[in-house]
């Protein structure tokens, strides 16, 4: 059994930056390939990033180039760093092992 915590979430205006944090539990960490994945209101959940266990990340072409996302084996922590946000990144943030376990997730506000 994994539990997953996420925060960091809150309102921000366009063009600001925000970071999420995700702390696992467990000694497991170090082996999951973790994710970061959104969901709008009236939406589908989507992927928003994704990393190894060796630490390489992926990216949806929508948040490619303004979101990284990285890991901190010792802290079990996955972070997600927002920048540039837009109106449209507004959502629910959950962290995921991709193994089926989520946080409860975080909300993202992106004013105009």
């Known amino acids: 059994q994994v539990q997953l915590v996420e925060s960091g979430g809150g309102l921000v205006q366009a063009g600001g930056s925000l970071r999420l944090s995700c702390a696992a539990s467990?000694?497991?960490?170090?082996?999951?390939?973790m994710g970061w994945y959104r969901q709008a209101p009236g939406k589908q959940r989507e992927v928003v990033a994704t990393?190894?266990?060796?630490?390489?990340?992926n990216y949806a072409g929508s948040v490619r180039g303004r979101f990284t996302i990285s890991r901190d084996n010792a802290k079990n922590t996955v972070y997600l760093q927002m920048n540039s946000l837009k109106p449209e990144d507004t959502a629910v943030y959950y962290c995921?092992?991709?193994?089926?376990?989520w946080g409860q997730g975080t909300q993202v506000t992106v004013s105009s």
């Open positions: 995921s092992t991709l193994t089926g376990f």
């Open positions: 467990g000694s497991n960490f170090r082996f999951n390939a």
């Open positions: 990393i190894t266990t060796g630490g390489t990340p």
